[in-house]
């Protein structure tokens, strides 16, 4: 059974970078045809996918969200991380990392993080 776990600090300063990990553990981040990503929830709204991570490397960012984020993976720790610049109070959320597969009929999230509060605050 793959389990996932997020890391990272919960508080963060306006305009510092935000820096989490998931340590993957049961599986490989390289497994065929996985995909590894970060999702938010910010207080009283909606899931956001914010990225992901492909299982032979490649980079998948949302358009909203391009320009100050970056996912990387470490197969020698098999985790993957996020980093997220310039943030503000609007990205005060948790944050969710999670494991997705594609298939002709859909995405489908086949397992998650228990999450990790972050709050962007002075």
């Known amino acids: 059974q793959v389990q996932l776990q997020e890391s990272g600090p919960g508080l963060v300063k306006p305009s510092q970078t935000l820096s989490l990990t998931c340590t993957v553990s049961?599986?490989?981040?390289?497994?065929?045809?996985?995909?590894w990503s970060w999702i938010r929830q910010p207080p009283g709204k909606g899931l956001e996918w914010r990225g992901a991570i492909g299982y032979e490397g490649s980079n998948w960012y949302g358009p909203s969200v391009k320009s100050r984020t970056s996912i990387s993976g470490d197969t020698s720790k098999n985790q993957f991380s996020l980093q997220l610049s310039s943030v503000s109070p609007e990205d005060t959320a948790v944050y969710y990392c999670?494991?997705?597969?594609?298939?002709?009929?859909?995405?489908?999230?086949?397992?998650w993080g228990h999450g990790t509060q972050v709050t962007v605050s002075s």
């Open positions: 999670a494991r997705y597969i594609i298939q002709s009929t859909g995405v489908y999230i086949v397992d």
């Open positions: 049961g599986g490989s981040i390289t497994t065929s045809y996985y995909y």
